[in-house]
């Protein structure tokens, strides 16, 4: 199958190795990916503060970028939303996008990536993961057939982290609040890493337990699936 | 709606509250143990998001007739010999009401726990005309007590444990002995002490009410203490305030509704007193019964396509109980009696546009747990966005915004800025709006090989 990759604005500033896992996976599994190279941005720190209206040309870009693709898959949940929730009241239309973790389960029908991994791993699940795209299970299925991975429950898993985009600058109170509760339950299962399919709330989760240098680690969990037995 | 006097936007507030730590103690043990009481009797229902989906037509039903339906309620309250009197805002709504007050020749009321009053600020409208309202709800009575505002819209002293709530009992309260323990049962005793003497003496009752039958022109209020019967029914002369969104087409919707109140708000199946009323009885209850039906804000907000969900509402605070911001900041960060995620839509609408309203539909992570706990199925992280585009937004984010739109908008502009994140991220505290970020996180260093270059390099091509 031929897979456009959507890698998304924040990742290509300061994640780029969730893109080179999302390729690796795919290209595990026998797929060709396509890396439209004209791509920026989906608009959603605009439209989620306020700023509609800026968001229009971006969408419409989007839809250029990536025209002509059946598949297009991103690691992250939140951007995967935007489109699917607000291009078609934006732009009239809403291109097939998906989640890294619902393209492999749903479209592709797989839960073994044929990744080791053998280490503590907790997950997070990210809200717009969670009750935007009603991911469930899935993230936590391919977790557990990755080689040699121990899953530990977070406790209060499904409670939001307090990233919310441009929230975690305008509140940053109370986001930081909001992290620290959830960063001290990612302590408290002591687990080597955190993963989720948002590297949005792993930066701001992981920036907290960087910051109390706890050795807790943050990790995509495109990258988990990508790391080879 | 008036403001919070004093009250600054949400962000400050916020932070006055986050560092109260007793008051963060407070909201988490009671927001957790109400949220799983919910869960549970939420669970036992397996048509519950039937019930939501009925829940929320009822509601649209009446708000797209709201003329026709609130004619029809006016008429029936008369035919069944009530007076119904219409109160386009807040003041209107005082007037009225002390109006017939001081008709009764009285210089007192009991009132049940109602928003409505609270929103148009009828006790502090009552003591400036020298009438004194007594509070008979428990919360509500303990926020009076203490000369505070209610942060919660079902337990509006939730910010304040029992043993708190001992010592404001023993200090203000005419009876409580210096032996007052903070036994729950003793502290409702020494309330009911308290209270009984207002109820044998009162001969006006303010009440709210949760709906407003237009088939029947009967009221609704749905309570657990057993106060607001007492308020029903004893006083000569009864004033019921009421927005005019509580209204509900039919009787039979009440079934609906009262499924999906009780296990929303408390917890429980069904609450201990529902009261319905309807006009005058010779010989029974009130001599006199007054509805004064509120609009304050409410039809602005209903020509407003996104934002008129919020009329919904049923005031359950489910919402509330469910958001991590709430639970973290507490009610009055919010400025108003509507807190909580409802109150971040409710409050810019029915208020209009100044520095404390425009905070609030940012006072949200759009995290979702409010949308899937409404039982009317109210989008609000939709209204949220919906109202930020609304809002005044301060010129230096205008400008960020507008850059970051045009930088993105061509991936070689974008490509050019990406240079410069290496180079940024290096700072341990970062300059302008980022210091709120980095002055308690770190940020990523990237390191190595960007995405792009790594892709072209497989790929083979420059
Ligand atoms: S918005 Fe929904 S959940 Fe919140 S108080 Fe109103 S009815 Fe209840």
């Known amino acids: 199958m031929r897979v456009g990759l959507f890698l998304t604005c924040l990742n290509d500033a300061l994640f780029p190795a969730a893109g080179k896992a999302v390729v690796r996976v795919l290209e595990r599994l026998g797929h060709e990916v396509v890396f439209p190279a004209g791509q920026t941005c989906c608009g959603q720190a605009h439209f989620n503060t306020g700023y509609r209206r800026e968001c229009v040309p971006l969408a419409r870009k989007f ?3 990536f025209a002509g693709l059946d598949h297009v898959v991103s690691p992250s949940a939140s951007c995967v939303a935007m489109v699917r929730e607000n291009y078609p009241e934006l732009v009239g239309q809403s291109p097939p996008v998906f989640e890294l973790t619902e393209f492999l389960v749903d479209v592709l029908g797989v839960t073994d990536v044929g990744a080791a991994f053998p280490h503590r791993v907790t997950y ?68 080597e890493v955190v993963a989720a399919v948002d590297n949005s709330c792993l930066m701001h989760v992981g920036g907290l337990l960087s910051r109390w240098r706890s050795g807790t680690r943050v990790m995509h969990v495109a990258e988990i699936l990508a790391s080879a037995p | ?28 043990a009671a927001t957790a143990t109400i949220r799983a009481k919910r869960a549970a009797v939420v669970a036992e229902r397996s048509d ?37 009197h219409w109160a386009r805002d807040a003041a209107e709504a005082n007037r009225i009401v002390i109006g017939l007050v001081r008709a009764a020749g009285a210089d007192g009321v009991v009132k049940v726990k109602s928003m409505a009053t609270q929103e148009i600020e009828l006790n502090e409208a009552l003591a400036a005309a020298g009438i004194t309202a007594v509070e008979t709800d428990l919360a509500e009575l303990i926020v ?43 502290l409702a005793s020494a309330a ?79 609450n201990p007193y529902t009261s319905i009323w309807r006009g005058t009885t010779p010989g029974d209850g009130p001599r006199e019964f007054h509805l004064v039906l509120l609009d304050n804000g409410r039809t602005t907000a209903l020509a407003d396509e996104i934002g008129r969900d919020a009329l919904r509402c049923i005031r359950c605070s489910a919402c509330l109980n469910v958001c991590p911001v709430y639970e973290r900041t507490g009610g009055h960060a919010y400025g108003s009696v509507y807190p909580g995620p409802i109150g971040a839509i409710l409050t810019p609408q029915l208020r209009g546009p100044d520095p404390v309203a425009d905070s609030l539909p940012y006072a949200s992570t759009l995290c979702g747990a409010c949308f899937d706990a409404c039982p009317v199925k109210i989008d609000i992280p939709r209204a949220l966005v919906h109202l930020r585009t609304k809002v005044a937004h301060p010129a230096t984010e205008q400008s960020t915004m507008r850059a ?52 072209r390099r497989r790929e083979g091509s420059p």
């Open chain 1, 63 to 65: 839809l250029g970028d």
């Open chain 1, 124 to 191: 997070h699940p990210t809200c717009h993961g969670l009750r935007l795209l009603d991911l469930g299970d899935r993230p936590t299925a391919l977790l557990r057939a990755v080689r040699g991975l121990r899953l530990i429950d977070l406790p209060d898993a499904t409670h939001c982290c307090g990233f919310g985009g441009t929230f975690a600058v305008k509140n940053a109170d109370t986001s930081v609040a909001m992290g620290t509760d959830k960063a001290r339950n990612v302590l408290a299962t002591g687990a």
């Open chain 2, 1 to 28: 709606m008036s403001v919070w006097l004093g009250m600054p936007p949400f962000p400050e507030a916020a932070r006055e509250a986050l560092a109260d730590t007793q008051l963060r103690a407070n909201l988490r």
């Open chain 2, 48 to 84: 519950w998001e039937q019930l939501r989906e009925a829940g929320r037509a009822i509601k649209d039903r009446a708000l797209r007739d709201l003329d026709t339906y609130l004619l029809q309620l006016e008429e029936r309250v008369t035919a069944a010999g009530g007076t119904v």
């Open chain 2, 144 to 186: 009076q007590l203490g000369h505070d505002r209610p942060s919660h819209i079902l337990v509006p002293a939730i910010h304040r444990n029992r043993a708190q709530i001992r010592d404001l009992f023993r200090r203000e309260m005419p009876g409580a002995g210096e032996d007052l323990t903070d036994d729950p049962v003793a």
């Open chain 2, 192 to 270: 009911r002490a308290h209270l009984r003497r207002e109820f044998l003496t009162a001969r006006v009752a303010v009440s709210g009410a949760n709906f407003a039958v237009a088939e029947t022109g009967s009221l609704v209020v749905v309570e657990s203490e057993g106060n607001g019967r007492m308020c029903l029914t004893l006083p000569e002369v009864l004033i019921s305030v009421v927005g005019i969104e509580k209204v509900i087409p039919t009787e039979a919707d009440l079934e609906v509704m009262l499924q999906l109140l009780p296990r929303s708000a408390t917890g429980e199946r069904m």
């Open chain 2, 404 to 455: 970051a739109a045009w930088t993105l908008t061509t991936p070689r502009r974008f490509a050019l800025a990406r240079r410069l994140v290496p180079l940024a991220t290096r700072f341990a505290r970062l300059p302008g709006p980022w210091r709120k970020w980095t002055h308690t996180r770190d940020l990523p260093a990237p390191e190595g090989e960007s995405f792009r270059e790594w892709w």
